[in-house]
C-alpha cells in the first residue's frame, strides 16, 4: 500500500493543473440547455482538443493519450477542482467511441472517432423508448432492411443532448421474430436525417436536458451497423458497462459538495446544531469512505481485473450518497430552501435545487437503483435470479 | 500509488482464516461464554508462535516488526471468527503504544514477554469505563490526565461487569500510577493510542459484518417459502445488497486507516474517525438485516448467529460510537 504518486504522475498533474489554471473560464459558461450555451460549451470542448485533453484515455492510434486508469484519474480530479465546464460530448467520448474501438470496422472507426474526438459531431444515446425503460430488451423502434438501406420506424424517450446532437447511437429492433434479446441491432443514425423530429422535454429541473425523438421512415446507410445483425444486445452491454463504470475522479465533486454543504450550514448559522452536525459528519464520511474505495477499484483495475458487476455497488454509492447531500442543504435552509432565485430573501441562487433534482434523476438513469440492487444481489452475492417474462 | 495489499499480507491473512477455522471455531467461542475466565491460554499461546500476538513488536524484542497495514486483515479475520481473545489490546494498541511511548525499561521488560506470549496487555483509554480482560493482563495502558502508564497487575483491581457478550469480559478497574508507572510519550501518545483502538476495533467490525452476511447470504439461498428460496425475493434481495455496500466499502475506510497510522498521516485522526462511524454502522445495517432475513431460528440461543450479533453490538460502542466520532468529525469541519 503507497498512496504517493510516482514522479511521473505528479509531473502529469502539475501540467494539468497549469493549463487549467490559464485555461478555464473566469466566468461560469451559459447553461448547456441553450443554443448559446451549447455553443460556448463547444469552443471549450475544442479547445481541450487543441490541448490534447479530449480524451486522454483513448489510444494513440485515435489521437488519445494511452492515459492508464490512475492518470485519467488525476486528470479527472484537477478537471472538478479547477470548476472546469461540464463536458457534452460525454456520450460521444465516454461510450460511443469506446465501443466503435471494439466493435466497429476499421472504416467505421476512421469515418466516426476523428469527429467524436474534436466534438465536431455530438452524440446521443437512442436506447430507451416509452416502453421500454428498465426492461430495455423490450424495445420496439424497427429498422427493416431494404437494399442497402435500413428503414427505421418508432420512438425515442429521455435522449439526453437530443436536441443539439449530430448523431445517435441506437438500439433497434431488426428480427422481430426471434427472443427479445436476439433481434436488436446497434445502428448509427445521423440526426439530420429525413423522418427525424426532436421534441425538446423540460426537465423537472427546468432544463431541457433530454428529449424525444421520433423516426419516421428513416433510411439509414446499412454500413452504419455497428457489429452483426441482430448483435445488438452484446454491444449495448459492452456500451453499458462503460457508462457504469469508474467515475474516475468523482470523488473529488463530493469532496466539493461536502465543502459547499458546509460553507451553507454556516451561512444559515446551523453550526452549532448537533443534530446537523451530526449529518454532515456522517457526508463527510461517506465522501471519504468513496474516495478510498475509489482508489481501491482503481488499484484493482489498473492490475488487469475487471470492474464486473461491482460497478453497479460503485453506482449505488455515489448516486444515493449525492441524494443526501443535496437533501441535508435543503432542510438545512429551512423555510428559504422552497426560494428560487427570483425571491429577493433566498438564500441560493437555485444552484441547491437544481443539483439536488439532479441528483435525484442519477437514482434513474444508467439502471436504477433497484435495478444495480437486483445486479449485485444477483451477480455478486449469487442470490436466485427474479423471475422474468 | 497502490491500494491493495502484498502477496505476503494476503498470504497473512489466509494463515490467520486458516488458523482461527481451526482454533477458534463457534463451538470454541460458545464454550468461552460458560468458561470461568473466558480465555484459552492455549489458545493466546497458538497465537503467539504463529506470530499474531508479536506482530507489531520490533523484532529485536522477538516480534515481527510489522504495522496495521500488515495487520488489519489479520483483525477483519479475528472478527471474522469471533476471536475471543485480546487482540486488538495487546497487538494492535498496547504494544505499539510501548514501542512508541514506553520507557526503555518498559520495554525490555513487556515487549519480549508479550511477544513470546508470556504477557498479556489490555488498555483503559480516553475516559472510558471499562477494559477488557483486565483479569488475565499482566500489564494495563491507562490514560490518566491525558498522560499513559504502564501499570503492572500488581498494581491494579479489576471488578468483572457481565457483558451480553459472553465471550467479552469488560472491568472496571482502579490503578495505582506513579512515577514509575509513567510512560515517556506526551499527549499526542495517548491520543494516538486512542486513534489504534478505535481503528482495530473498526478493522475487527468488519470482520464481524462479513460473517454476518455470509452466513445470513447462505441462510436465504437455502431457506424456501412459498416454493421458492426466500433469498428470490427482492425485499429480501434488497437488504443484502444494501448491506454488501455498506460492508465492503467500509474495508477500504479501515484500509485507509491504518495506512494513516502506520505512515503517521496528518489526516490519522480524521481517517480513523471516518473508518470508526462507518464501519460501526455498517456493521450494525448487517447485525439489523441478519437477524431480520434468519426469522425465528436466528432469535434462538442455540443458533450461532448472536455470537456475532452481541460482539458486533459490544464493538459498535467500544471506543467511541459512530456519534461520537462524527462528532469528532464535525468539530474539524467546523473549526474555521
Ligand atoms: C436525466 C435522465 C437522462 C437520461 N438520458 C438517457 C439517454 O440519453 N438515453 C437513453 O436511452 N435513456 C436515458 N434516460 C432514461 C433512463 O435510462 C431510464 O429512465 C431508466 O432506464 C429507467 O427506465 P424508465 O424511466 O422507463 O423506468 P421504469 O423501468 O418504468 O421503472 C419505474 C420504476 O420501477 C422500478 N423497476 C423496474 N423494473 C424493476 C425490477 N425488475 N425490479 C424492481 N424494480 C423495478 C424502477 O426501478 C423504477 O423505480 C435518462 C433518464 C434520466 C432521468
Redesign the pocket.
Same mark, same amino acid.
Given at each position: 500500500m503507497d498512496l504517493n504518486l510516482t514522479d511521473e504522475q505528479q509531473a502529469f498533474r502539475d501540467e494539468v493543473r497549469a493549463w487549467l489554471q490559464a485555461n478555464v473560464p473566469g466566468e461560469p459558461l451559459p447553461p448547456t440547455s441553450t443554443p448559446e450555451g451549447f455553443a460556448a460549451h463547444r469552443d471549450w470542448e475544442r479547445r481541450l482538443y487543441d490541448a490534447g485533453y479530449a480524451a486522454i484515455s483513448w489510444p494513440r492510434a485515435y489521437g488519445g493519450r494511452d492515459a492508464d486508469l490512475l492518470t485519467q484519474a488525476i486528470f479527472q480530479e484537477e478537471y472538478t477542482r479547477a470548476n472546469a465546464p461540464a463536458r457534452i460530448n460525454v456520450?460521444g467520448l465516454g461510450l460511443a467511441g469506446p465501443t466503435l474501438m471494439v466493435y466497429g470496422s476499421d472504416e467505421q472507426k476512421q469515418r466516426w472517432l476523428p469527429g467524436i474526438l474534436s466534438c465536431e459531431d455530438i452524440w %446521443? @444515446? =437512442?436506447? &430507451?423508448?416509452?416502453?421500454?425503460? &428498465?426492461?430495455?430488451a423490450s424495445l420496439r423502434t424497427s429498422a427493416l432492411r431494404e437494399g442497402d438501406e435500413f428503414v427505421v420506424n418508432g420512438q425515442?424517450?429521455?435522449?439526453? &443532448? =437530443?436536441r443539439f446532437a449530430d448523431w445517435m447511437f441506437a438500439?433497434v429492433r431488426t428480427d422481430r421474430d426471434a427472443p427479445k434479446h436476439k433481434g436488436i441491432s446497434f445502428l448509427m443514425i445521423p440526426m439530420d436525417s429525413p423522418g427525424i423530429e426532436v421534441r425538446p422535454i423540460v @426537465?423537472i429541473n427546468s432544463d431541457a =436536458?433530454?428529449a424525444e425523438v421520433f423516426l419516421t421512415d428513416v433510411r439509414v446507410a446499412a454500413d452504419n451497423l455497428v457489429g452483426e445483425l441482430n448483435d445488438g444486445w452484446r454491444i449495448a452491454m459492452t456500451t453499458l458497462g462503460f457508462e457504469r463504470g469508474t467515475g474516475l475522479g468523482s470523488h473529488v465533486r463530493f469532496s466539493k459538495d461536502l465543502e459547499e454543504l458546509v460553507a451553507l450550514v454556516k451561512a444559515v448559522g446551523a453550526d452549532h446544531d448537533p443534530l446537523v452536525r451530526d449529518r454532515v459528519a456522517r457526508l463527510y464520511a461517506e465522501t471519504e469512505v468513496y474516495r478510498h474505495n475509489m482508489y481501491r477499484t482503481l488499484t484493482r483495475l489498473a492490475g488487469g481485473k475487471p470492474i464486473g458487476p461491482e460497478a453497479s455497488l460503485n453506482k449505488l454509492f455515489w448516486s444515493e450518497m449525492e441524494v443526501r447531500i443535496f437533501e441535508t442543504g435543503m432542510e438545512v435552509m429551512g423555510p428559504y430552501a422552497e426560494l428560487t432565485s427570483k425571491a429577493d430573501a433566498a438564500v441560493d441562487k437555485d444552484t441547491w435545487h437544481k443539483r439536488y433534482w /439532479?441528483a435525484r434523476?442519477? %437514482?434513474? /438513469?444508467? =439502471?436504477?437503483?433497484?435495478?444495480q440492487?437486483?445486479i449485485v444481489s444477483e451477480r455478486v452475492l449469487g442470490l436466485p435470479k427474479?423471475p422474468?417474462a | 500509488m497502490n491500494f491493495d495489499f502484498t502477496e505476503e499480507q494476503y498470504q497473512l491473512r489466509d494463515a490467520a482464516r486458516d488458523f482461527f477455522a481451526g482454533e477458534c471455531p463457534p463451538s470454541h467461542v460458545r464454550a468461552m461464554w460458560d468458561d470461568q475466565t473466558g480465555r484459552s491460554p492455549a489458545l493466546w499461546r497458538a497465537m503467539a508462535e504463529t506470530g499474531f500476538v508479536g506482530l507489531t513488536i520490533p523484532e529485536e524484542h522477538g516480534g515481527l516488526g510489522m504495522d496495521e497495514v500488515d495487520l488489519v486483515l489479520l483483525l477483519e479475520e479475528a472478527g471474522r471468527a469471533a476471536l475471543p481473545e485480546p487482540l486488538v489490546e495487546t497487538t494492535a494498541i498496547a504494544a505499539p503504544t510501548l514501542v512508541e511511548a514506553g520507557t526503555p525499561e518498559q520495554q525490555a521488560h513487556w515487549l519480549p514477554r508479550i511477544a513470546a506470549g508470556e504477557a498479556i496487555a489490555t488498555v483503559q483509554l480516553a475516559g472510558a469505563p471499562f477494559a477488557v480482560d483486565a483479569h488475565v493482563a499482566d500489564v494495563l495502558v491507562l490514560e490518566r490526565d491525558g498522560r499513559l502508564h504502564a501499570v503492572p497487575s500488581e498494581r491494579f483491581n479489576a471488578v468483572a461487569q457481565p457483558s451480553l457478550d459472553g465471550a467479552r469480559r469488560v472491568f472496571t478497574v482502579e490503578a495505582e500510577t506513579g512515577p514509575d508507572t509513567a510512560m515517556a510519550g506526551g499527549p499526542d501518545a495517548a491520543a494516538k493510542a486512542y486513534d489504534r483502538a478505535a481503528w482495530a476495533t473498526a478493522s475487527v467490525l468488519g470482520g464481524v459484518a462479513h460473517q454476518l452476511l455470509d452466513m445470513t447470504v447462505s441462510y436465504v439461498r437455502e431457506r424456501e417459502q412459498f416454493g421458492r428460496p426466500v433469498g428470490s425475493f427482492?425485499a429480501i434481495k434488497?437488504k443484502l445488497a444494501e448491506t454488501l455496500l455498506v460492508v465492503e466499502t467500509s474495508k477500504a475506510a479501515t484500509w485507509y486507516a491504518a495506512y494513516a497510522i502506520a505512515t503517521d498521516r496528518a489526516d490519522r485522526s480524521e481517517a480513523v474517525s471516518v473508518a470508526k462511524s462507518y464501519a460501526s454502522d455498517a456493521e450494525r445495517k448487517a447485525n439489523l438485516e441478519a437477524l431480520q432475513c434468519h426469522g425465528g431460528i436466528g432469535f434462538t440461543w442455540e443458533h450461532d448467529l448472536h455470537l456475532w450479533l452481541k460482539r458486533g453490538k459490544a464493538l459498535e460502542q467500544a471506543y467511541g460510537s459512530a456519534t461520537e466520532h462524527r462528532a469528532r468529525l464535525a468539530s474539524r469541519l467546523f473549526a474555521s
Amino acid at each position: 500500500m503507497d498512496l504517493n504518486l510516482t514522479d511521473e504522475q505528479q509531473a502529469f498533474r502539475d501540467e494539468v493543473r497549469a493549463w487549467l489554471q490559464a485555461n478555464v473560464p473566469g466566468e461560469p459558461l451559459p447553461p448547456t440547455s441553450t443554443p448559446e450555451g451549447f455553443a460556448a460549451h463547444r469552443d471549450w470542448e475544442r479547445r481541450l482538443y487543441d490541448a490534447g485533453y479530449a480524451a486522454i484515455s483513448w489510444p494513440r492510434a485515435y489521437g488519445g493519450r494511452d492515459a492508464d486508469l490512475l492518470t485519467q484519474a488525476i486528470f479527472q480530479e484537477e478537471y472538478t477542482r479547477a470548476n472546469a465546464p461540464a463536458r457534452i460530448n460525454v456520450l460521444g467520448l465516454g461510450l460511443a467511441g469506446p465501443t466503435l474501438m471494439v466493435y466497429g470496422s476499421d472504416e467505421q472507426k476512421q469515418r466516426w472517432l476523428p469527429g467524436i474526438l474534436s466534438c465536431e459531431d455530438i452524440w %446521443c @444515446q =437512442g436506447f &430507451s423508448e416509452p416502453d421500454a425503460g &428498465s426492461d430495455l430488451a423490450s424495445l420496439r423502434t424497427s429498422a427493416l432492411r431494404e437494399g442497402d438501406e435500413f428503414v427505421v420506424n418508432g420512438q425515442k424517450t429521455w435522449t439526453s &443532448s =437530443g436536441r443539439f446532437a449530430d448523431w445517435m447511437f441506437a438500439l433497434v429492433r431488426t428480427d422481430r421474430d426471434a427472443p427479445k434479446h436476439k433481434g436488436i441491432s446497434f445502428l448509427m443514425i445521423p440526426m439530420d436525417s429525413p423522418g427525424i423530429e426532436v421534441r425538446p422535454i423540460v @426537465q423537472i429541473n427546468s432544463d431541457a =436536458g433530454f428529449a424525444e425523438v421520433f423516426l419516421t421512415d428513416v433510411r439509414v446507410a446499412a454500413d452504419n451497423l455497428v457489429g452483426e445483425l441482430n448483435d445488438g444486445w452484446r454491444i449495448a452491454m459492452t456500451t453499458l458497462g462503460f457508462e457504469r463504470g469508474t467515475g474516475l475522479g468523482s470523488h473529488v465533486r463530493f469532496s466539493k459538495d461536502l465543502e459547499e454543504l458546509v460553507a451553507l450550514v454556516k451561512a444559515v448559522g446551523a453550526d452549532h446544531d448537533p443534530l446537523v452536525r451530526d449529518r454532515v459528519a456522517r457526508l463527510y464520511a461517506e465522501t471519504e469512505v468513496y474516495r478510498h474505495n475509489m482508489y481501491r477499484t482503481l488499484t484493482r483495475l489498473a492490475g488487469g481485473k475487471p470492474i464486473g458487476p461491482e460497478a453497479s455497488l460503485n453506482k449505488l454509492f455515489w448516486s444515493e450518497m449525492e441524494v443526501r447531500i443535496f437533501e441535508t442543504g435543503m432542510e438545512v435552509m429551512g423555510p428559504y430552501a422552497e426560494l428560487t432565485s427570483k425571491a429577493d430573501a433566498a438564500v441560493d441562487k437555485d444552484t441547491w435545487h437544481k443539483r439536488y433534482w /439532479y441528483a435525484r434523476a442519477a %437514482c434513474i /438513469y444508467a =439502471g436504477t437503483t433497484e435495478i444495480q440492487k437486483n445486479i449485485v444481489s444477483e451477480r455478486v452475492l449469487g442470490l436466485p435470479k427474479e423471475p422474468r417474462a | 500509488m497502490n491500494f491493495d495489499f502484498t502477496e505476503e499480507q494476503y498470504q497473512l491473512r489466509d494463515a490467520a482464516r486458516d488458523f482461527f477455522a481451526g482454533e477458534c471455531p463457534p463451538s470454541h467461542v460458545r464454550a468461552m461464554w460458560d468458561d470461568q475466565t473466558g480465555r484459552s491460554p492455549a489458545l493466546w499461546r497458538a497465537m503467539a508462535e504463529t506470530g499474531f500476538v508479536g506482530l507489531t513488536i520490533p523484532e529485536e524484542h522477538g516480534g515481527l516488526g510489522m504495522d496495521e497495514v500488515d495487520l488489519v486483515l489479520l483483525l477483519e479475520e479475528a472478527g471474522r471468527a469471533a476471536l475471543p481473545e485480546p487482540l486488538v489490546e495487546t497487538t494492535a494498541i498496547a504494544a505499539p503504544t510501548l514501542v512508541e511511548a514506553g520507557t526503555p525499561e518498559q520495554q525490555a521488560h513487556w515487549l519480549p514477554r508479550i511477544a513470546a506470549g508470556e504477557a498479556i496487555a489490555t488498555v483503559q483509554l480516553a475516559g472510558a469505563p471499562f477494559a477488557v480482560d483486565a483479569h488475565v493482563a499482566d500489564v494495563l495502558v491507562l490514560e490518566r490526565d491525558g498522560r499513559l502508564h504502564a501499570v503492572p497487575s500488581e498494581r491494579f483491581n479489576a471488578v468483572a461487569q457481565p457483558s451480553l457478550d459472553g465471550a467479552r469480559r469488560v472491568f472496571t478497574v482502579e490503578a495505582e500510577t506513579g512515577p514509575d508507572t509513567a510512560m515517556a510519550g506526551g499527549p499526542d501518545a495517548a491520543a494516538k493510542a486512542y486513534d489504534r483502538a478505535a481503528w482495530a476495533t473498526a478493522s475487527v467490525l468488519g470482520g464481524v459484518a462479513h460473517q454476518l452476511l455470509d452466513m445470513t447470504v447462505s441462510y436465504v439461498r437455502e431457506r424456501e417459502q412459498f416454493g421458492r428460496p426466500v433469498g428470490s425475493f427482492q425485499a429480501i434481495k434488497h437488504k443484502l445488497a444494501e448491506t454488501l455496500l455498506v460492508v465492503e466499502t467500509s474495508k477500504a475506510a479501515t484500509w485507509y486507516a491504518a495506512y494513516a497510522i502506520a505512515t503517521d498521516r496528518a489526516d490519522r485522526s480524521e481517517a480513523v474517525s471516518v473508518a470508526k462511524s462507518y464501519a460501526s454502522d455498517a456493521e450494525r445495517k448487517a447485525n439489523l438485516e441478519a437477524l431480520q432475513c434468519h426469522g425465528g431460528i436466528g432469535f434462538t440461543w442455540e443458533h450461532d448467529l448472536h455470537l456475532w450479533l452481541k460482539r458486533g453490538k459490544a464493538l459498535e460502542q467500544a471506543y467511541g460510537s459512530a456519534t461520537e466520532h462524527r462528532a469528532r468529525l464535525a468539530s474539524r469541519l467546523f473549526a474555521s
